[in-house]
């Protein structure tokens, strides 16, 4: 019988129950406490943070401690949390992406919103990417997530809360990881407009492979150097130095006293 004590772990991703990543990363963590995997039916990459408000969310058991969800990364973590671990987990960890979540891409990705999901409930979150795509490094990425969460497990508050942290991991064998901060992708914004077999137009959004700034400090920087990138992502999205640019008054509506910015305006300080 296994320890009272032991972790609880919430493992989800955005590209389905059954991608190779997710099971790799189930079997890295499996020797730090019980792992649960509840992740999406289907892919649901790009699927940012959407909850599903307006429709049935169905839950089948795809192998035992896997449920497959047919609703989105945030479902997943969601009704995790809220229903189907009946524990409060320890620890959320989303991946292992095949493909990069580096910079704006954060805005888009599904793997981190899981993770963003498990931080909001107030539970220590990390989403972890590959960022080779044709031949991505399952092994180090895995071996880097489980050093992560035994670190973040060791000890209640080793990751503040409204913290969530963001892994990247280059192809080979990377040997050192680098503290990063998000850096910008050079979208082409590239849409495709066709036509099908009926003759109706319809759409296709981007679809060409676009490059990140070269910026130092950067998560893209760091994997392009060969480390691994970890950036933590703060949950509070006001921008305090934008605050008071704001002019004394709009047309005929005055401007009411700015607030301050609080010492620690972190979301997580409110939980
Ligand atoms: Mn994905």
């Known amino acids: 019988m296994k320890p009272e004590t032991e972790a609880l772990i919430l493992v989800s991703n955005d590209d389905g129950v059954h991608a190779v990543g997710i099971q790799r990363l189930a079997a890295a963590l499996a020797p730090l406490g019980r792992v649960v995997v509840i992740a999406p039916d289907r892919e649901q990459s790009a699927a940012s943070h959407k ?33 189907l671990l009946g524990a409060r987990p320890d620890l959320v960890v989303s991946g292992i992406n095949h493909g990069p979540n580096l910079g704006t891409d954060v805005h888009y990705s599904g793997t981190v919103a899981a993770a ?8 220590p979150s990390f989403a972890v990417s590959c960022v080779a795509r044709r031949e991505p490094n399952w092994d180090h990425a895995a071996r880097f997530a489980a050093e992560l969460a035994a670190w973040v497990l060791a000890e209640p508050g080793r990751l503040p809360k409204g913290v969530t942290l963001n892994v990247n991991v280059p192809g080979g064998a990377p040997p050192r990881y680098r503290w990063a901060r998000l850096g910008h992708r050079l979208y082409d914004h590239s849409v495709e407009r066709r036509e099908d077999p009926r003759g109706r137009t319809y759409y296709w959004i981007g679809g060409n492979p676009s490059p990140h700034a070269d910026e130092p400090g950067t998560d893209s920087q760091a994997v392009r150097d060969g480390f691994i990138s970890v950036t933590p992502l703060g949950l509070d999205l006001t921008d305090f130095v934008a605050m008071p640019a704001a002019p004394g008054h709009l047309g005929s509506t005055e401007l009411e006293a700015t607030p301050p910015a609080p010492a620690d305006f972190r979301l997580g300080s409110r939980f």
Do not use: F, K, N, W
């Not at 429709?55 to 497959?68: D, H, K, N, S, Y």
């Not at 963003?116 to 539970?123: A, I, K, P």
């Open 51 to 83: 909850l599903s408000l307006h429709q049935p969310i169905r839950v089948t058991e795809v192998r035992p401690g896997a449920l497959a969800v047919d609703g989105t990364p945030t479902d997943c973590v969601y009704l995790g949390i809220h229903e």
């Open 116 to 123: 963003v999901e498990g931080t909001l409930m107030g539970v």
